[in-house]
């Protein structure tokens, strides 16, 4: 089969598109035949050589899939060939075909297109686990989200705004912040040219925010606690801003506030906290609105997986709002 390679660690030029072995089906996986795919903040870490994929998964880049089901393997239950589905995967969605845990299989979305429905997996679920699961957001709260315009900020504004949340978010342009605002935030910061703390604080009458959603890391980490409300709850996801820095805990104490940080790609397949747990809530709890069109995934561009440096490129200066799609020929 054909995929997106990796001649080594560096760049977007570094990618290419050949030949690779096909993927080995095991007991308790169904093999996709892919449609598409999506680049993710931590594909470009990869392909950096600085996010090696966890033991056994896939070499190759991707997180996340859409495509048909092409071969059911032993031991699964409830899907069968010709399903259309979406996948969150450990690796090796930039490739015409993948082998994915059957519990991290999702249907494809009445209403939402195949090649589209790439966009929701990776996304839909770091959302609801940390957000939702882990943060605990609820209707009245205040929710700050670093990155509005991202694939996880366009996501993460969606479902809070649905959750009753008051949504506030940091982008870095007035274009980005207006769909932001679109998309359910009441309150959008250019984080270029203002504190989001000092704002949060105006915005709130000096609470703070109950839920922060952060994907810089260490150069946000100060001023997140800074942030937080009573009680407030920072979560990390993200390492764009490093993954060092000082940690004020008679801040943090005083607040009775905690910080959290995950990731979602090193988690088990199965056992509590693992990918089908999540996978199973996301489908519960989440699925019947993006079928419903009221949660929506949002597509900036699509392009041939051939094109993916392009992809990559875009990515790295941010240059997209929602999700950068790439198809396979």
């Known amino acids: 089969m054909r995929a997106v390679t990796v001649s080594g660690p560096g760049g977007p030029e570094v990618l290419g598109w050949g030949e690779v072995p096909d993927p080995v089906l095991r007991p308790g996986e169904v093999l996709v035949d892919v449609v598409a795919t999506a680049v993710n903040r931590a594909d470009l870490l990869q392909r950096a050589g600085a996010y090696p994929p966890p033991p056994g998964a896939s070499d190759v880049l991707g997180l996340e899939c859409s495509g048909v089901v092409s071969e059911v393997g032993e031991g699964v239950a ?14 090796g969605g930039y490739a015409e075909r993948v082998a994915v845990p059957a519990g991290q299989l999702l249907p494809r979305p009445a209403g939402v297109e195949l090649a589209t429905a790439a966009a929701l997996p990776e996304v839909v679920c770091t959302v609801w686990s940390n957000v939702f699961m882990l943060a605990g957001l609820r209707r009245g709260d205040t929710f700050l ?22 949504v506030l978010t940091t982008a870095g342009t007035q274009a980005k912040l207006d769909v932001c605002r679109e998309l359910g935030a009441e ?58 820095a000082e940690l004020d805990l008679g801040k943090l104490m005083r607040k009775r506030a905690s910080v959290h940080a995950t990731t979602l790609r090193a988690r088990p397949a199965t056992g509590p906290g693992g990918k089908a747990e999540i996978v199973a809530a996301v489908r519960h709890d989440v699925w019947p609105d993006v079928e419903r069109g009221v949660v929506r995934p949002i597509v900036d561009r699509r392009l041939p997986m051939s094109r993916a440096a392009e992809a990559h490129r875009v990515v790295d200066a941010s240059e997209h709002v929602g999700k950068v799609l790439l198809l396979a020929q």
């Open 78 to 91: 409830g899907w069968s060939v010709g399903d259309e589905v979406c996948a969150l995967l450990s690796g």
């Open 145 to 166: 989200v670093h990155g509005g315009s991202s694939g996880i900020g366009t996501m993460a504004i969606q479902l809070a705004a649905r959750a009753g949340a008051r």
């Open 187 to 244: 309150v959008g910061i250019n984080y270029r040219a203002e504190d989001f703390v000092e704002r949060v604080r105006e915005e709130t009458d000096g609470a703070g925010a109950d839920v922060v959603l952060d994907n810089m890391g260490a150069k946000y980490l100060a001023r997140n606690v800074d942030v937080l409300a009573t009680g407030g709850r920072l979560v990390c996801i993200g390492m764009q801003g490093g993954t060092r």
